[in-house]
């Protein structure tokens, strides 16, 4: 009743008019209709038509008032949005004129309403609502799209604001947070369930288009837009990666790309944003939907970072990237991990050992095929290694590859055995085989003798042949070791067998009767003397 009576009260077409005259040609306002434009009635719909005539009529006086200072701006923009309101206050939701039928003067106000008129959010949850307004809107955000892709003049300050302010009602929301609270961790490890898909992506889609090309085109001054591309705008641009919509994700990772390269004003503030969004993934939540295109995006700036490497982005990799190995979601964007990782050991070679020993940190332990992606990414990490890096890591790296040899996992020792097929991997161990070759020796002989695969045996035999053709000299006092270890590991086992039997025998002895067993002297001196060898012979 209230909104009726509203609605039937006069308007001032006299303030309309004059500001009109003044000239707002390229300038809209700040036109935000909602839901409520749709149900006001049909007058508003007349006194747009009319105000447009005017408009039209003093062509020249707008293009003038376009280049006007900022003080003129408030009023242009208050009279904006009573020409967007009034465009939209009919009970329909009715189409603009088109770019083409319109004379060049009109284009820029045109699409300035055009603008205001797709700040509508329509609900998308029920398909049979609202068709005819949703396929207007539709056809109105194509229609911007092909403008500023063909645009020739500078965009001024109004238009960009409101350009912002349309992408800001349209893409930020808040996604519902059941999915995240119980559905995310069963999606990392559910491959083949269906990707989730947006019913409002036939408008988001579009809408995206329309902020990409805005941000590519050369008609968009940086200087002037990054009061409107803000912090804010950026950060709820980032809010938007954890969506379940792949498609979304992907725009979202082209669009920010793209910001990163022509505001350089923002790059320090999106690589601490990023750096946010991991630590809260790692630390607290271990959900997110865009980790893997977020790290697409950093593969490319890492690539772009000059020499010496900054402090700022080696605490990045100590701090973000070698962590985000820890969650058990890593598999879905361990790929584009591994590429940040290799390329910052490519730009900096000195950091291959803290690399190598952060990989350890976090190395898996129960997970077999986490395990053989680590391996996958350490032979990229020790490609681009050096040797002298390679000689500060290489005795705690190879006693943690003579345990993946031993794998019971045929995956894992297989994975392990192909870092000799890589020539420089190969190369380096070759030249510190003195010091490698007694760590994994163990390995290598329990592997031919007691592995249960007849593949990881054959890769077995090949390696071993490598260091017996590098250094037999070598390979015959690590084979006399290994063989006097075993008869040390024989000799003992005996000894326990012979105690416990001895106990049995004692035990049941005194079975009959309550009394208790008691363990003579000699036994359990023997028992002690026993006791440190078998952990000398595991510490080695």
């Known amino acids: 009743m209230i909104k009726q009576i509203f609605g039937k009260l006069p308007r001032k077409p006299s303030k309309s008019s004059h500001n009109d005259s003044n000239g707002d040609g390229g300038v809209h306002g700040n036109s935000s209709p909602g839901p409520n434009s749709l149900n006001n009635s049909k007058a508003g719909s007349a006194s747009s038509k009319s105000s447009s005539s005017s ?7 707008n293009s003038h008032s376009s280049g006007s200072n900022k003080s003129n701006h408030g009023k242009k923009t208050a009279s904006l949005a009573i020409q967007a309101g009034t ?34 959010v329509f609900d998308f949850s029920d398909p049979s609502k609202n068709l005819k307004e949703k396929d207007i809107k539709r056809q109105t ?14 965009f001024n300050e109004v238009a960009m604001q409101e350009i912002t302010r349309m992408v800001a009602a349209n893409l930020f929301r808040t996604f519902p947070s059941p999915n995240h609270d ?10 083949d369930e269906e990707p ?19 941000v590519v085109s050369p008609e968009t001054d940086a200087k002037l837009a990054k009061r409107y591309i803000d912090h804010p705008f950026v950060l ?21 790309h793209r910001i990163y390269g022509k505001f350089m004003v923002h790059r320090p503030f999106i690589r601490k944003a990023i750096n946010n969004i991991f630590y809260r993934f790692i630390f607290e939540t271990e959900k997110h939907n865009g980790i ?54 490519e730009k900096d070679f000195k950091l291959a050992d803290t690399v190598i020993r952060g990989l350890q940190k976090y190395w898996p332990v129960t997970n077999s095929s986490k395990e053989v992606m680590f391996l996958g990414e350490l032979e990229e990490v020790l490609e681009a ?35 000799w097929n890589n020539d420089h991997i190969r190369n380096l161990i070759t030249q510190n085989r003195i010091v490698i070759l007694p760590i994994i020796f163990p390995a290598l002989e329990r592997n031919m003798h007691h592995h249960w695969n007849p593949a990881v045996q054959s890769l077995t035999l090949n390696v071993r042949k490598i260091f017996l053709d590098a250094d037999q000299a070598l390979f015959d006092e690590c084979l006399a070791r290994f063989q006097e270890d075993e008869a040390k590991g024989k000799d003992m086992q005996e000894k326990r067998e012979l105690i416990w039997k001895r106990l049995e025998d004692v035990a049941s002895s005194k079975a009959v009767s309550n009394e208790a067993v008691l363990i003579s002297r000699s036994i359990s001196s023997t028992v002690i003397d026993t006791s440190p060898t078998p952990k000398a012979t595991t510490g080695r």
């Open 55 to 61: 408009r039209s009529n003093n062509g020249p006086l």
């Open 87 to 120: 465009v939209l206050a009919s009970g329909v939701y009715e189409a603009l004129p088109s770019f083409r039928d319109v004379p060049n003067s009109e284009k820029q106000n045109l699409f300035l309403r055009k603008l205001g008129m797709c700040n509508v």
């Open 141 to 154: 955000l194509l229609e911007l799209v092909d403008y500023v892709s063909s645009v020739s003049t500078k």
């Open 182 to 191: 119980s559905k995310i961790l069963e999606m990392y490890d559910a491959e």
């Open 196 to 214: 989730a898909m947006d019913p409002a992506w036939p408008h988001l889609q579009i809408v995206y288009e329309l902020l990409l090309r805005f």
């Open 236 to 256: 709820k641009l980032l809010d938007l990666f954890d969506s379940d919509d792949q498609r979304e994700r992907e725009y979202l990772k082209t669009i920010l």
């Open 292 to 345: 893997a295109e977020l790290l697409e995006i950093l593969g490319s700036i890492i690539n772009g970072f000059a020499l010496p490497l900054k402090e700022e982005h080696k605490l990045f990799l100590v701090r973000a990237l070698i962590p985000l190995h820890k969650p058990k979601c890593v598999s879905m964007y361990h790929q584009q991990l591994s590429y940040c990782i290799t390329q910052f050991v």
């Open 385 to 419: 290694t050096q040797a002298a890096e390679f000689q500060r890591c290489m005795v705690p790296l190879f006693r943690q590859i003579g345990q993946c040899l031993n794998s019971l996992h045929f995956q894992v020792a297989e994975r392990a055995l192909f870092l």
